[in-house]
């Protein structure tokens, strides 16, 4: 895939739906950006590829790294820690086990950090892609692989799930500082009203006189729903047989 596909205009909705009317709320204004194409699967196995740049990508948390593969073609990939301008990096069953190279996860030690972890195989990854976080192996049982991830949970994945080596960079993320309104108008953010300061035809909250509070046990949304402490997971979900242990309780 050459360079000028790999970057498209990312269309804005402003949060609203096919019939105009906001469906996600506080969304709007955003600056125009381009959206990458990330390689998830990372499936060009044995062919080397070169680390051209490394950029920032405003549609993600992490920043994202340009391979230049020998074959020509050039791909996204998220870049993890230690990774530089350079570097080769390569993805298939008998690769070294270093920073930015993929693998199945039946060709990775036990105890190696790991992100970009596919789910089903060949499917692309799909969990640990966010800036700073991390999964580590915990244990081989023939193809089941424990693996430890950011929530805490313990989870059985397939011994051929691909996985990349290596924590995801940008960690210091969520330590940015906005600085101003206007930079949040740019990242498509609208302003937030709190649901006391709403009359109650527009929020459960509101209503009143003076600083009444929100006038009921439990916090809700706009429609009425309960907010804290309530599990959203179903109770009976097909990859429970999955799931060693649940992410810890705060």
Same mark, same amino acid.
């Given at each position: 895939?050459?360079?000028? $596909?790999?970057?498209?205009?990312?269309? $804005?909705?402003?949060?609203?739906?096919?019939? +105009?009317?906001?469906?996600?709320?506080?969304?709007?204004?955003?600056?125009?950006?381009?959206?990458?194409?990330? %390689?998830?699967?990372?499936?060009? %196995?044995?062919?080397?590829?070169?680390?051209?740049?490394?950029?920032? %990508?405003?549609?993600?948390?992490?920043?994202?790294?340009?391979?230049?593969?020998?074959?020509? =073609?050039?791909?996204?990939?998220?870049?993890?820690?230690?990774?530089?301008?350079?570097? $080769?990096?390569? *993805?298939?069953?008998?690769?070294?086990?270093? /920073?930015?190279?993929?693998?199945?996860?039946?060709?990775?030690?036990?105890?190696?950090?790991?992100?970009?972890?596919?789910?089903?195989?060949?499917? +692309?990854? $799909?969990? /640990?892609?966010?800036?700073?976080?991390?999964?580590?192996?915990?244990?081989?049982? +023939? %193809?089941?692989?424990?693996?430890?991830?950011?929530?805490?949970?313990?989870?059985?994945?397939? &011994?051929?799930? @691909?996985?990349?080596?290596?924590?995801? &960079?940008?960690?210091?993320?969520?330590?940015? /500082?906005?600085?101003?309104?206007?930079?949040?108008?740019?990242?498509?953010?609208?302003?937030?009203?709190?649901?006391?300061?709403?009359?109650?035809?527009?929020?459960?909250?509101?209503?009143? =006189?003076?600083?009444?509070?929100?006038?009921?046990?439990?916090?809700? *949304?706009?429609?009425? @729903?309960?907010?804290? &402490?309530?599990?959203?997971?179903?109770? /009976?979900?097909?990859?429970?047989?999955?799931?060693?242990?649940?992410?810890?309780?705060?």
């Amino acid at each position: 895939m050459s360079y000028n $596909k790999l970057k498209h205009i990312l269309k $804005k909705n402003s949060g609203r739906d096919v019939q +105009g009317h906001v469906a996600v709320r506080h969304q709007g204004g955003r600056h125009k950006r381009f959206y990458r194409i990330i %390689d998830w699967k990372r499936d060009k %196995d044995g062919i080397p590829a070169l680390v051209s740049e490394i950029s920032y %990508d405003p549609n993600r948390s992490a920043d994202v790294a340009l391979l230049h593969y020998e074959d020509g =073609e050039k791909r996204y990939i998220i870049a993890p820690v230690g990774l530089v301008v350079g570097q $080769k990096v390569i *993805s298939g069953n008998d690769c070294d086990i270093k /920073v930015g190279n993929a693998l199945p996860l039946s060709f990775i030690p036990v105890g190696t950090i790991i992100h970009n972890l596919e789910i089903k195989p060949g499917s +692309g990854a $799909k969990v /640990v892609r966010s800036a700073g976080s991390s999964a580590i192996i915990l244990s081989k049982d +023939g %193809d089941q692989i424990q693996i430890k991830l950011p929530s805490g949970e313990i989870r059985i994945f397939s &011994g051929k799930s @691909k996985a990349t080596v290596g924590q995801i &960079g940008n960690v210091e993320w969520k330590n940015r /500082v906005i600085g101003k309104a206007g930079r949040s108008r740019h990242m498509g953010i609208r302003p937030t009203v709190r649901g006391v300061a709403q009359d109650p035809r527009s929020h459960p909250h509101g209503g009143g =006189e003076g600083r009444s509070g929100i006038g009921m046990k439990s916090p809700k *949304s706009p429609w009425g @729903k309960r907010t804290l &402490g309530k599990r959203t997971r179903k109770r /009976v979900k097909y990859s429970d047989r999955f799931i060693i242990s649940r992410k810890p309780k705060k």
